[in-house]
């Protein structure tokens, strides 16, 4: 069974950095697409950036080159690494892991203040 722990949430001015982390159990993680959501109140949850088994990593829109998504085979850790922060990217992050179904951590609160 597949667990994903996240950590690294917290409350961060705007302007500010955050790194969110993403622990992956249960099975092999390196044959794992893994990816990382938000959701935001009273919006959909929509995908932030992806990071594949091999090849390129994809972002939102909103995101590029601010966040980096990372991975840690040996460490079976996926990375976020989240730079010049804005309010609107306070959200609840979750982590998100993809073979034939989807895994999903608990979430962690991300919230930049103005």
């Known amino acids: 069974q597949v667990q994903l722990v996240e950590s690294g949430g917290g409350l961060v001015q705007a302007g500010g950095s955050l790194r969110l982390s993403c622990a992956f159990s249960?099975?092999?993680?390196?044959?794992?697409?893994m990816a990382w959501y938000r959701q935001a109140p009273g919006k959909q949850r929509e995908m932030v950036a992806r990071i594949p088994v091999g090849g390129s990593t994809n972002y939102a829109d909103s995101v590029k080159g601010r966040f980096t998504i990372s991975r840690d085979n040996a460490k079976n850790t996926v990375y976020l690494q989240m730079n010049s922060l804005k309010p609107e990217d306070t959200a609840v992050y979750y982590c998100?892991?993809?073979?034939?179904?989807?895994?999903w951590g608990q979430g962690t609160q991300v919230t930049v203040s103005s």
């Open positions: 249960g099975s092999i993680f390196r044959i794992f697409v």
């Open positions: 998100n892991a993809r073979l034939t179904t989807d895994y």
